[in-house]
């Protein structure tokens, strides 16, 4: 085996082993971005389940709240047709209380899996560019 062959397979390993090492590096990139968005979602469902549940406990006070109220209120009538009509407004109250407070809660969970999905759904669209833009060049 004359010299020149030599080098030649000796630059062959050089660059193969520059390759591998690019693609390893390559990889510990999309990992540390992929472990990134990982937490940054984790971090804002935590923080969105949080908010959920001050909310619903919050509503949940408020109700017994008004319940407690009603409830003396009734009680403190003069005729049974008082008490039903104190009755018919604590339910009507107590229904639109409900579904204002749900509906924050609803807002707040869409807000929510938004604000969880997009750092997954960046850094995929980031890799796959990626991919395809390799793809491309191969």
């Known amino acids: 085996m004359n010299t020149h062959t030599v080098n030649e397979s000796l630059d062959q390993v050089e660059k193969a082993a520059q390759s591998v090492m690019q693609a390893c590096e390559e990889v510990g990139t999309m990992a540390r971005e992929h472990v990134d968005a990982t937490m940054r979602a984790a971090t804002a469902a935590w923080e969105g389940c949080t908010e959920i549940n001050q909310n619903m406990s919050g509503l949940i006070q408020e109700s017994v ?74």
């Open 65 to 138: 709240a008004r319940a407690m109220n009603a409830g003396k209120t009734i009680m403190s009538a003069k005729s049974v047709k008082e008490a039903m009509d104190l009755h018919a407004d604590f339910v009507k109250d107590a229904f639109d209380c409900w579904v204002a407070g749900t509906g924050k809660i609803s807002e707040i969970s869409a807000r929510v899996t938004k604000e969880a999905i997009d750092p997954l759904a960046e850094h995929a669209n980031k890799t796959f560019g990626k991919i395809a833009q390799r793809a491309k060049a191969a």
